[in-house]
């Protein structure tokens, strides 16, 4: 059994900050990447932030320069910064690993429940 478990959600004025985590626990032999995807009301789920087990990162265009993606290998935890926070950046936040829970099961797609993070005045 895997699980992703985020906190850090929460309401927060246009142009504060909010800083999201997310641990995963189990049965965890390797994590390939960690990220972050998000949903708003009536759109499809969409990428945010993703980084390798390497470094590497991936983010959306609509949030480079504002959030920032880190990750604690060691504690099998991934982190994302938010700054400049603006209206449309309201939805659920959902965190996505790419885990291997086992030598020769390869790698399966994990998500976390969600956590709301709502930007209004």
């Known amino acids: 059994q895997v699980q992703l478990v985020e906190s850090g959600g929460g309401l927060v004025q246009p142009g504060g900050s909010l800083r999201l985590s997310c641990a995963a626990s189990?049965?965890?032999?390797?994590?390939?990447?960690m990220g972050w995807y998000r949903q708003a009301p009536g759109k499809q789920r969409e990428l945010v932030a993703t980084?390798?087990?390497?470094?590497?990162?991936n983010s959306a265009d609509s949030v480079k320069g504002r959030f920032t993606i880190s990750r604690d290998n060691a504690k099998n935890t991934v982190y994302l910064q938010m700054n400049s926070l603006k209206p449309e950046d309201t939805a659920v936040y959902y965190c996505?690993?790419?885990?291997?829970?086992?030598?020769?099961?390869?790698?399966?797609?994990?998500w976390g429940q969600g956590t709301q993070v709502t930007v209004s005045s």
């Open positions: 996505y690993g790419l885990i291997s829970r086992s030598r020769g099961s390869g790698f399966l797609v994990y």
């Open positions: 189990g049965s965890i032999l390797s994590i390939n990447t």
């Open positions: 980084r390798t087990i390497g470094g590497s990162t």
